[in-house]
Protein backbone atom coordinates (compact mmCIF):
# COMPACT_ATOMS: atom_id res chain seq x y z
CA UNK A 1 0.00 0.00 0.00
CA UNK A 2 1.45 3.78 -1.08
CA UNK A 3 2.33 5.64 1.86
CA UNK A 4 -0.98 7.72 3.17
CA UNK A 5 0.95 11.26 3.65
CA UNK A 6 0.82 13.37 6.67
CA UNK A 7 -0.72 11.88 9.34
CA UNK A 8 -1.04 12.85 13.07
CA UNK A 9 -0.82 9.75 15.22
CA UNK A 10 -2.14 9.84 18.30
CA UNK A 11 -2.61 7.17 20.60
CA UNK A 12 -4.92 6.46 23.47
CA UNK A 13 -2.55 6.60 26.47
CA UNK A 14 -4.65 9.19 28.00
CA UNK A 15 -6.61 8.31 31.37
CA UNK A 16 -9.80 7.09 30.32
CA UNK A 17 -13.25 8.72 31.85
CA UNK A 18 -15.61 6.59 33.27
CA UNK A 19 -18.39 4.77 31.23
CA UNK A 20 -20.58 2.06 32.38
CA UNK A 21 -23.29 -0.34 30.60
CA UNK A 22 -26.66 1.13 31.89
CA UNK A 23 -28.20 -2.18 30.54
CA UNK A 24 -27.86 -5.86 29.05
CA UNK A 25 -30.85 -6.52 26.64
CA UNK A 26 -31.13 -10.20 25.98
CA UNK A 27 -31.42 -10.78 21.96
CA UNK A 28 -31.96 -13.78 18.99
CA UNK A 29 -29.13 -14.73 17.40
CA UNK A 30 -26.60 -12.83 15.74
CA UNK A 31 -27.09 -8.82 16.30
CA UNK A 32 -25.01 -6.60 14.03
CA UNK A 33 -26.90 -3.56 12.53
CA UNK A 34 -27.74 -0.81 14.69
CA UNK A 35 -29.59 2.05 14.22
CA UNK A 36 -31.24 5.07 16.53
CA UNK A 37 -34.60 7.32 15.39
CA UNK A 38 -38.13 7.91 16.10
CA UNK A 39 -37.14 7.43 20.02
CA UNK A 40 -35.94 3.52 19.37
CA UNK A 41 -33.06 1.72 18.91
CA UNK A 42 -33.27 -0.90 16.14
CA UNK A 43 -31.49 -3.96 15.84
CA UNK A 44 -30.92 -6.26 13.15
CA UNK A 45 -30.78 -10.39 13.82
CA UNK A 46 -29.04 -12.40 11.51
CA UNK A 47 -29.98 -14.84 12.76
CA UNK A 48 -33.88 -14.86 14.10
CA UNK A 49 -34.60 -12.94 10.56
CA UNK A 50 -36.03 -9.95 11.95
CA UNK A 51 -35.93 -6.46 13.19
CA UNK A 52 -36.01 -5.47 17.12
CA UNK A 53 -37.09 -2.15 18.35
CA UNK A 54 -36.46 -1.05 22.05
CA UNK A 55 -37.01 1.38 23.97
CA UNK A 56 -34.67 3.36 25.79
CA UNK A 57 -37.13 4.02 28.51
CA UNK A 58 -37.38 1.06 29.87
CA UNK A 59 -34.37 -1.05 27.91
CA UNK A 60 -36.60 -3.42 26.48
CA UNK A 61 -37.51 -4.92 23.38
CA UNK A 62 -41.35 -3.76 22.34
CA UNK A 63 -41.50 -5.41 18.82
CA UNK A 64 -40.13 -7.70 17.08
CA UNK A 65 -40.82 -7.51 13.18
CA UNK A 66 -39.93 -10.29 10.51
CA UNK A 67 -38.21 -8.93 7.43
CA UNK A 68 -36.33 -11.03 5.62
CA UNK A 69 -33.24 -13.97 5.62
CA UNK A 70 -30.32 -12.89 6.83
CA UNK A 71 -30.93 -9.07 7.87
CA UNK A 72 -27.72 -7.34 9.17
CA UNK A 73 -27.35 -3.55 7.85
CA UNK A 74 -30.02 -0.99 9.35
CA UNK A 75 -30.80 2.09 9.20
CA UNK A 76 -32.94 5.11 9.85
CA UNK A 77 -34.30 7.99 7.26
CA UNK A 78 -37.61 9.33 5.71
CA UNK A 79 -39.31 8.21 8.97
CA UNK A 80 -38.68 4.73 8.07
CA UNK A 81 -36.40 2.04 9.41
CA UNK A 82 -34.75 0.00 6.50
CA UNK A 83 -33.41 -3.02 6.99
CA UNK A 84 -30.85 -4.97 4.43
CA UNK A 85 -31.77 -8.79 3.77
CA UNK A 86 -27.95 -10.24 2.89
CA UNK A 87 -29.54 -13.23 1.95
CA UNK A 88 -32.33 -12.68 -0.68
CA UNK A 89 -31.23 -9.39 -2.26
CA UNK A 90 -33.83 -7.04 -0.80
CA UNK A 91 -34.30 -4.00 1.55
CA UNK A 92 -37.31 -3.93 3.98
CA UNK A 93 -39.04 -1.16 4.39
CA UNK A 94 -40.59 -1.21 8.32
CA UNK A 95 -43.07 1.60 9.35
CA UNK A 96 -42.51 3.26 12.82
CA UNK A 97 -46.01 3.47 13.91
CA UNK A 98 -47.28 -0.17 12.98
CA UNK A 99 -44.06 -2.06 13.55
CA UNK A 100 -44.86 -3.56 10.37
CA UNK A 101 -42.35 -4.11 7.07
CA UNK A 102 -44.50 -1.83 4.35
CA UNK A 103 -42.59 -2.64 1.34
CA UNK A 104 -39.93 -5.17 0.46
CA UNK A 105 -37.48 -3.93 -2.27
CA UNK A 106 -35.34 -6.24 -4.67
CA UNK A 107 -32.12 -5.42 -5.47
CA UNK A 108 -30.17 -6.42 -8.37
CA UNK A 109 -26.75 -7.25 -6.71
CA UNK A 110 -25.95 -9.84 -4.33
CA UNK A 111 -25.42 -9.43 -0.58
CA UNK A 112 -27.46 -6.55 0.36
CA UNK A 113 -25.09 -5.28 3.75
CA UNK A 114 -24.20 -1.73 4.80
CA UNK A 115 -26.55 1.13 5.02
CA UNK A 116 -27.06 4.61 5.78
CA UNK A 117 -29.75 7.41 4.62
CA UNK A 118 -28.97 10.89 2.99
CA UNK A 119 -29.43 13.27 0.41
CA UNK A 120 -32.99 11.89 -0.43
CA UNK A 121 -31.71 8.24 -0.72
CA UNK A 122 -31.35 5.33 0.73
CA UNK A 123 -27.49 3.93 0.06
CA UNK A 124 -27.47 0.43 -0.05
CA UNK A 125 -23.26 -1.50 -0.04
CA UNK A 126 -23.96 -4.99 -2.19
CA UNK A 127 -21.04 -7.67 -1.52
CA UNK A 128 -20.99 -7.75 -5.29
CA UNK A 129 -19.09 -4.67 -5.04
CA UNK A 130 -21.72 -2.36 -5.38
CA UNK A 131 -23.75 0.89 -3.76
CA UNK A 132 -27.22 0.89 -4.52
CA UNK A 133 -29.68 3.89 -4.68
CA UNK A 134 -33.03 3.21 -3.57
CA UNK A 135 -36.15 6.12 -3.73
CA UNK A 136 -37.87 6.38 -0.93
CA UNK A 137 -40.92 7.88 -2.66
CA UNK A 138 -41.02 4.75 -5.17
CA UNK A 139 -39.55 1.97 -3.11
CA UNK A 140 -37.45 1.41 -6.05
CA UNK A 141 -33.86 0.94 -6.78
CA UNK A 142 -32.60 3.83 -8.84
CA UNK A 143 -28.89 3.02 -9.45
CA UNK A 144 -26.42 0.68 -9.54
CA UNK A 145 -23.00 2.03 -8.41
CA UNK A 146 -19.72 0.77 -8.82
CA UNK A 147 -17.93 0.53 -5.53
CA UNK A 148 -14.54 -1.19 -5.46
CA UNK A 149 -14.18 -4.91 -3.85
CA UNK A 150 -16.26 -5.98 -1.09
CA UNK A 151 -17.52 -2.56 0.15
CA UNK A 152 -18.76 -2.79 3.54
CA UNK A 153 -20.06 0.23 5.60
CA UNK A 154 -21.13 3.81 4.34
CA UNK A 155 -22.20 7.08 5.47
CA UNK A 156 -23.76 10.73 3.90
CA UNK A 157 -21.46 13.48 4.76
CA UNK A 158 -20.45 16.55 3.20
CA UNK A 159 -22.52 16.31 0.20
CA UNK A 160 -21.54 12.82 -0.70
CA UNK A 161 -21.40 9.27 -0.24
CA UNK A 162 -18.49 7.47 1.54
CA UNK A 163 -18.07 4.03 1.01
CA UNK A 164 -15.46 1.39 2.43
CA UNK A 165 -13.88 -1.23 0.51
CA UNK A 166 -12.76 -3.87 2.62
CA UNK A 167 -10.40 -5.81 0.31
CA UNK A 168 -8.82 -2.60 -1.59
CA UNK A 169 -7.90 -0.72 1.38
CA UNK A 170 -9.96 2.18 0.54
CA UNK A 171 -12.84 4.57 0.43
CA UNK A 172 -14.84 5.76 -2.49
CA UNK A 173 -16.33 9.15 -2.57
CA UNK A 174 -19.85 8.95 -4.04
CA UNK A 175 -20.63 12.15 -6.21
CA UNK A 176 -25.12 11.93 -5.54
CA UNK A 177 -25.29 14.14 -8.63
CA UNK A 178 -24.52 11.86 -10.94
CA UNK A 179 -24.38 8.30 -9.11
CA UNK A 180 -20.55 8.49 -9.78
CA UNK A 181 -17.24 7.34 -8.12
CA UNK A 182 -15.39 10.77 -8.23
CA UNK A 183 -12.65 10.35 -5.73
CA UNK A 184 -10.93 6.81 -4.40
CA UNK A 185 -8.58 7.33 -1.18
CA UNK A 186 -6.26 4.47 0.16
CA UNK A 187 -6.31 3.84 4.25
CA UNK A 188 -4.94 1.34 6.00
CA UNK A 189 -5.90 -2.66 5.73
CA UNK A 190 -9.39 -3.88 6.18
CA UNK A 191 -11.17 -0.61 6.02
CA UNK A 192 -15.00 -1.37 8.03
CA UNK A 193 -17.02 1.40 9.80
CA UNK A 194 -17.35 5.18 8.82
CA UNK A 195 -19.17 7.96 9.99
CA UNK A 196 -18.87 11.91 8.48
CA UNK A 197 -19.42 14.40 10.66
CA UNK A 198 -18.60 18.19 10.90
CA UNK A 199 -14.92 17.40 12.07
CA UNK A 200 -14.71 15.04 9.02
CA UNK A 201 -14.86 11.46 7.64
CA UNK A 202 -13.79 8.93 10.50
CA UNK A 203 -12.64 5.10 9.06
CA UNK A 204 -12.51 2.62 11.45
CA UNK A 205 -9.79 -0.28 10.07
CA UNK A 206 -10.11 -3.53 11.38
CA UNK A 207 -6.90 -4.66 10.14
CA UNK A 208 -4.90 -1.86 10.94
CA UNK A 209 -6.13 -1.14 14.25
CA UNK A 210 -6.69 2.25 14.05
CA UNK A 211 -9.35 5.03 12.85
CA UNK A 212 -8.11 7.70 10.40
CA UNK A 213 -9.74 11.06 9.82
CA UNK A 214 -10.15 12.12 6.33
CA UNK A 215 -10.27 15.52 5.12
CA UNK A 216 -14.01 16.12 4.12
CA UNK A 217 -13.15 18.65 1.25
CA UNK A 218 -10.24 16.86 0.10
CA UNK A 219 -10.49 13.43 0.99
CA UNK A 220 -6.97 13.44 1.81
CA UNK A 221 -5.90 11.29 5.73
CA UNK A 222 -5.11 14.14 8.29
CA UNK A 223 -5.07 11.93 11.11
CA UNK A 224 -4.62 8.81 13.30
CA UNK A 225 -5.87 7.22 15.99
CA UNK A 226 -4.23 3.73 17.32
CA UNK A 227 -7.22 1.29 18.31
CA UNK A 228 -6.77 -1.94 19.56
CA UNK A 229 -9.05 -5.16 19.52
CA UNK A 230 -9.71 -4.62 15.41
CA UNK A 231 -12.34 -1.94 14.91
CA UNK A 232 -15.51 -2.55 13.04
CA UNK A 233 -18.47 -0.42 13.86
CA UNK A 234 -18.09 3.59 14.81
CA UNK A 235 -20.57 5.85 15.67
CA UNK A 236 -20.73 9.60 16.85
CA UNK A 237 -22.69 11.79 18.61
CA UNK A 238 -21.02 14.98 17.16
CA UNK A 239 -18.14 15.33 20.07
CA UNK A 240 -17.03 11.76 20.79
CA UNK A 241 -16.41 8.70 19.10
CA UNK A 242 -17.89 5.47 19.46
CA UNK A 243 -15.69 2.46 18.12
CA UNK A 244 -16.77 -1.08 18.77
CA UNK A 245 -14.14 -3.39 18.71
CA UNK A 246 -14.90 -7.09 16.94
CA UNK A 247 -11.78 -8.23 18.27
CA UNK A 248 -12.43 -8.07 21.62
CA UNK A 249 -15.15 -7.69 24.23
CA UNK A 250 -15.32 -3.71 24.41
CA UNK A 251 -16.18 0.01 23.15
CA UNK A 252 -13.80 2.86 23.21
CA UNK A 253 -14.70 6.60 23.36
CA UNK A 254 -12.92 9.30 21.61
CA UNK A 255 -12.80 12.88 21.97
CA UNK A 256 -13.37 14.13 18.44
CA UNK A 257 -11.10 17.21 19.18
CA UNK A 258 -8.15 15.55 21.03
CA UNK A 259 -8.24 12.12 19.59
CA UNK A 260 -7.90 10.88 23.53
CA UNK A 261 -9.64 8.00 24.98
CA UNK A 262 -12.29 9.55 27.05
CA UNK A 263 -13.82 5.81 28.30
CA UNK A 264 -13.39 1.63 27.97
CA UNK A 265 -15.79 -0.53 28.43
CA UNK A 266 -16.47 -4.24 28.26
CA UNK A 267 -19.91 -5.03 26.49
CA UNK A 268 -20.11 -8.46 25.40
CA UNK A 269 -18.14 -10.93 22.91
CA UNK A 270 -17.53 -9.54 19.20
CA UNK A 271 -19.35 -6.20 19.24
CA UNK A 272 -20.39 -4.95 15.84
CA UNK A 273 -22.97 -2.68 15.42
CA UNK A 274 -23.16 0.92 16.94
CA UNK A 275 -25.06 3.60 17.09
CA UNK A 276 -24.85 7.15 19.38
CA UNK A 277 -27.15 9.58 20.36
CA UNK A 278 -27.63 11.70 22.96
CA UNK A 279 -24.65 10.79 24.90
CA UNK A 280 -25.62 7.07 25.18
CA UNK A 281 -24.28 4.01 22.43
CA UNK A 282 -26.50 1.08 21.95
CA UNK A 283 -24.14 -1.93 20.84
CA UNK A 284 -24.97 -5.15 19.05
CA UNK A 285 -22.39 -8.08 21.07
CA UNK A 286 -22.93 -10.54 17.64
CA UNK A 287 -20.88 -13.09 19.91
CA UNK A 288 -22.99 -13.35 22.67
CA UNK A 289 -26.65 -12.01 21.52
CA UNK A 290 -26.75 -9.41 23.23
CA UNK A 291 -27.14 -5.50 23.29
CA UNK A 292 -25.53 -2.71 25.54
CA UNK A 293 -26.85 0.32 26.49
CA UNK A 294 -23.35 2.52 27.38
CA UNK A 295 -23.25 5.82 28.88
CA UNK A 296 -21.02 7.99 31.00
CA UNK A 297 -21.28 7.75 34.81
Avoid at 139 to 159: C, D, F, H, K, S
Amino acid sequence: MRALGAVVAVGLAATPGALRVGATIQTPAQPIGVAVGAGSAWIASYGSGGLLRIAPRTNRIVARIKTGRGPIGVAYGAGSVWVANFEERTISRVDTGSNRAVAKIPVTARGPEGMAYGEGALWVSCKAGKVVRIDPASNRQVALIPAGPEPRYLTVAAGAVWVTSYDSASVRRIDPSSNTVVQTIAVEPGPQGIVGDRRGIWVASYLGGSVQRLDARTGKVVGRISIPDAPEGIASDGTFLWVAGNGGSGVDRIDERSGRLAGRVHTGLEPRGIAAAGGVAWVANSGEATVSRVVAQ
